[in-house]
């Protein structure tokens, strides 16, 4: 157990609905990172709070948001949905040196 | 650019039998390099990370991993594999000039361990 939770861990719904994904991070990390996981693109980083604080963006579409609150747990908001938004999101944290990231266990998304 | 190559969707070994699981990476600056290891239905669990120092590297399940700076490798290694290795493992990398610490993965190489 890596100590980062997520939920939910299994969410499905139809095409142009919106959702959230829920993470709590390891007790005292403040970074907090989001990645997507799919079969055609592979391990994608999409975006990273530290402390409440945007820190990176990476391939994170417009449809898609994130923050991070004062409890340091941090949200991912995905709208207007897609067929290819399908995907498994999941979340990683770590320490102040930001050297190793420990993953939660993923919430599977499927959109119909 | 920062990428990471792995250049076997899949490595068959059999139980007992010394396995590599190969890993090449580019950054522009110096590599904080990791390997990661998915179980199915799991999330990604870490092995090992080499940032400085010693070249071999030893991590979680007696595996080991050996920076090469001239090659820009990073292969995982184990000397004797286990059925219950059987799994996905994931390369990534991070340039240390990048502040934003976000990590690169391969795209990852799937461990058949036959008994």
């Known amino acids: 157990d890596s100590g980062v939770t997520q939920t939910p861990k299994h969410l499905i719904t139809a095409t142009g609905q919106r959702v959230t994904l829920r993470c709590s991070p390891r007790?005292?990390?403040?970074?907090v990172y989001w990645y997507q996981q799919s079969l055609d693109q592979g391990l994608q980083f999409l975006i990273q709070?530290?402390?409440?604080?945007?820190?990176a963006k990476g391939n994170i579409l417009e449809r898609f948001s994130a923050q991070q609150f004062p409890d340091l747990h941090s949200e991912l908001n995905l709208s207007s949905l897609e067929l290819g938004d399908s995907a498994l999101y999941f979340c990683a944290s770590s320490g102040d040196r930001g050297d190793t990231q420990y993953f939660g266990p993923g919430t599977r998304l499927t959109v119909l | 650019a920062q990428s990471v190559a792995q250049p076997e969707d899949q490595v068959n070994v059999a139980e007992g039998n010394p396995l590599t699981v190969k890993c090449t990476y580019s950054?522009?600056?110096?590599?904080?390099l990791f390997w990661y290891v998915q179980y199915p239905n799991r999330g990604l669990q870490f092995l090992l990370k080499?940032?400085?120092?010693?070249?071999l590297v030893k991590g979680s399940y007696g595996f080991e991993a050996e920076f090469n700076k001239s090659q820009t490798s990073f292969h995982l290694k184990k000397p004797s594999a286990l059925v219950s290795d059987s799994a996905l493992y994931f390369c990534?990398?991070?340039?240390?000039?990048?502040?934003?610490?976000?990590?690169?993965f391969g795209s990852g190489t799937r461990l058949l361990v036959r008994p």
């Open positions: 950054v522009s600056g110096n590599p904080y």
């Open positions: 007790s005292g990390d403040l970074s």
């Open positions: 080499y940032i400085t120092g010693d070249n």
């Open positions: 709070y530290y402390n409440g604080e945007e820190r």
């Open positions: 990534a990398v991070r340039d240390m000039r990048d502040s934003s610490y976000k990590l690169i």
